[in-house]
């Protein structure tokens, strides 16, 4: 059996295939892009609760995602019918455009409990998680840029993930991670995430 560490790296070095084999037209998916922007964000940074928000995601996390959508690997109600209409054209030139907008960098609007993200930062210190989303919690190649994420769809993610509701990319690499996560441990997690460039740059 893989050991944890292994599957993670794994991920890491995976081959991007049709979902990121080349560079996308920033401009093309800028104009693609406003049909996301109600849900999404004008700049990609989202406003509303469960709704992630996309500025400085990766190019290749993003292009995954999309292909899943697309595929109905990963389904959902509302992405499905409007994913389905796009190109693989539009999918690369949607990831270059949100991966060249400015991350979300704001400061947590109130102070968030310090032991509630200690423990969120243990967690992720015993997981191993910068081995994929870096140091800086910001993703490389098809690892997801984490830091500053909505908390509240941090929690859908590893819940999703932990269910196995959500695919992995490539190997079941989130999937494993979540899969021993109690709520308690989760609600953590997305706390320290959540508020990670704020308080620990």
């Not at 080349?22 to 849900?39: F, H, P, Q, T």
């Not at 406003?47 to 595929?71: K, N, T």
Request: some cysteine; hydrophobic content about 40%; glycine content about 8%.
């Amino acid at each position: 059996m893989k050991t944890f560490l292994s599957v993670m790296a794994a991920v890491v070095l995976l081959p991007v295939a049709h979902a990121g084999a080349a560079s996308g037209d920033i401009e093309a998916g800028r104009e693609r892009a406003k049909i996301c922007g109600g849900c999404h964000g004008a700049n990609g940074i989202s406003a509303s609760p469960g709704i992630p928000s996309l500025a400085g995601q990766r190019d290749q996390f993003l292009q995954w995602q999309l292909v899943f959508f697309r595929s109905g690997r990963r389904p959902n109600l509302l992405m499905g019918p409007i994913i389905a209409q796009l190109s693989d054209a539009d999918i690369r030139n949607l990831g270059a455009y949100y991966a060249s907008l400015p991350a979300n960098t704001a400061p947590a609007e109130t102070k968030p409990d310090e032991a509630v993200r200690a423990k969120g930062r243990q967690i992720v210190a015993d997981h191993h998680c910068a081995n994929c989303h870096t140091d800086s919690l910001r993703g490389e190649r098809a690892a997801a840029s984490i830091a500053d994420q909505r908390e509240d769809y941090l929690i859908k993610a590893l819940t999703d993930y932990r269910s196995g509701a959500r695919p992995s990319v490539g190997v079941a690499a989130m999937t494993e991670a979540a899969s021993g996560l109690n709520d308690e441990e989760i609600a953590a997690i997305a706390k320290y995430v959540a508020t990670f460039q704020a308080a620990d740059k």
